[in-house]
């Protein structure tokens, strides 16, 4: 084995090893020329090289694709939990809500039985009002009949107070 070979040999890539043969093997075909040989063997070692290239760069790509996907995974939980957080916040928000729309409506019926009650309050009032005046006007009716009766019977006395003295002085 020639020493070129074993030198490509010493690496553990298999495409640059099997190429290195197969050129190797192309060299020694043609002994025409030692810079061919040298030539063939700076091709393999550049393809060899541009190959691990390329292949770490796409171990590199690999690893940042992993690395996209796993913040893409943990963002989407994130916002999975915020989501949930906030259908639960929504539900609580409804819930408040159907208490308070609940409770309007039961101040509404209160109001309005409270409004009837008051209706009938003043109704009462009204009516109240209605009776007073009403028995106003009798008192003062029954004290102008009073008053009339008084003047009555102090004419009467008074006439019979005259009639009195005037049989007292005729007996007299």
């Known amino acids: 084995m020639e020493p070129s070979q074993e030198h490509f040999r010493d690496h553990d890539d298999p495409i640059s090893s099997?190429?290195?043969e197969k050129i190797v093997s192309f060299?020694?075909?043609s002994r025409s020329a030692g810079i061919g040989r040298t030539l063939?063997?700076?091709l393999v070692h550049q393809a060899?090289?541009?190959?691990?290239?390329?292949?770490?760069?796409?171990?590199?790509?690999?690893?940042?694709?992993r690395e996209l996907a796993k913040r893409a995974v943990e963002q989407l939980n994130h916002a999975e939990t915020r989501i949930q957080?906030?259908?639960?916040?929504?539900r609580a928000a409804e819930a408040g809500f159907n208490a308070a729309e609940?409770?309007?409506?039961?101040?509404e019926k209160e109001l309005k039985r409270s409004e009837s009650r008051i209706a009938a309050a003043e109704a009462q009032v009204t009516a109240a009002e209605l009776r007073a005046k009403a028995a106003a006007t009798r008192?003062?009716?029954?004290?102008?009949?009073?008053?009339?009766?008084?003047?009555?019977?102090r004419t009467q006395f008074l006439m019979q107070g005259d009639e009195v003295s005037n049989n007292f002085g005729a007996a007299a």
């Not at 957080?85 to 929504?90: D, G, I, M, N, V």
């Not at 008192?139 to 019977?153: D, F, G, Q, R, Y």
């Open 102 to 107: 609940a409770r309007v409506q039961e101040i």
């Open 27 to 29: 060299c020694r075909g």
């Open 18 to 20: 099997d190429l290195t």
């Open 48 to 65: 060899a090289e541009a190959i691990r290239s390329k292949e770490e760069r796409a171990a590199e790509m690999e690893a940042r694709a």
């Open 40 to 42: 063939a063997l700076d």
């Open 85 to 90: 957080a906030a259908e639960t916040a929504r």
């Open 139 to 153: 008192a003062m009716e029954a004290e102008k009949t009073l008053a009339s009766i008084e003047n009555a019977i």
